[in-house]
C-alpha cells in the first residue's frame, strides 16, 4: 500500500514537472508572436559624435520599424565649431530614406542669422533641405521673404523664389 501511494507521488510530481515545462514552452512560443507596433521614450537627449557632432532632445519619441517620430525636435549641432539650432513641432525621420521631415514652426538658428518657415525636408545623405511654404530669412542687417526654398546644408547657400528683401 505504501508503494502505491509513494508511485502516485512520483507520478503526480513528474506530471507537475511536465506541466510546467510544457507552459515554459508554451509561454516562450508565445512571446516570441508578439509585435511591438512602436516604442516610446519620454524626456530624452541624443548625444552624437561623429563627422558632425550633434545633441538632439525633446519629450517624446516614438520609433517605428520605418521611421522615428519626435515630440518636439529641438537639435544643436557644431558647424565650423559653431552651433547651429533646429527645432519644430515634430520631426519625422525616415529610416531607409534617411529623410527628416519637420513639421509646424520650423526654426534655424546660425550666428545672427534665423531662416523660419512651416515645414521642411531635409535629405540627410545629400545634406540638402528644402520647402514648398513661405520662408523668412532674418540677420541683424537684412529681412528676406520669398516662396519655397532649396537650402545646401553643405555650403551653407538658400535659392528661394518670389524674393522680397529689406536691408536695414
Known amino acids: 500500500m505504501k508503494s ?14 511536465g506541466f510546467d515545462l510544457f507552459n515554459k514552452l ?9 509585435r511591438y507596433k512602436y516604442q516610446e521614450i519620454e524626456n530624452f537627449v541624443i548625444v552624437g559624435r561623429s563627422s558632425t557632432d550633434y545633441y538632439l532632445k525633446g519629450k517624446l519619441i516614438r520609433e517605428f520599424n520605418d521611421r522615428a517620430e519626435i515630440y ?18 515634430k520631426g519625422i525621420y525616415i529610416k531607409n ?12 538658428k546660425k550666428d545672427n542669422l534665423f531662416f523660419l518657415t512651416k515645414n521642411l525636408s531635409m535629405d540627410t545623405k545629400r545634406n540638402v533641405a528644402t ?3 513661405k520662408i523668412l530669412v532674418l540677420t541683424d542687417r ?11 546644408l553643405s555650403k551653407d547657400s538658400i535659392k528661394t523664389f518670389n524674393v522680397k528683401t529689406l536691408i536695414k
Do not use: H
Not at 537684412?142 to 532649396?150: I, L, P, Q, S
Open 72 to 89: 518636439p525636435f529641438n537639435l544643436t549641432y557644431l558647424k565650423d565649431n559653431k552651433p547651429v539650432l533646429i527645432t519644430a513641432e
Open 97 to 108: 530614406t534617411e529623410i527628416l521631415n519637420l513639421i509646424n514652426n520650423v526654426k534655424i
Open 142 to 152: 537684412m529681412r528676406t521673404e520669398g516662396n519655397k526654398a532649396v537650402i545646401d
Open 26 to 34: 508554451l509561454e516562450k512560443y508565445n512571446l516570441s508572436k508578439i
Open 131 to 133: 520647402t514648398q511654404d
Open 4 to 17: 502505491k501511494y509513494i508511485t502516485y507521488i512520483i507520478i503526480f510530481i513528474g506530471l507537475i514537472f
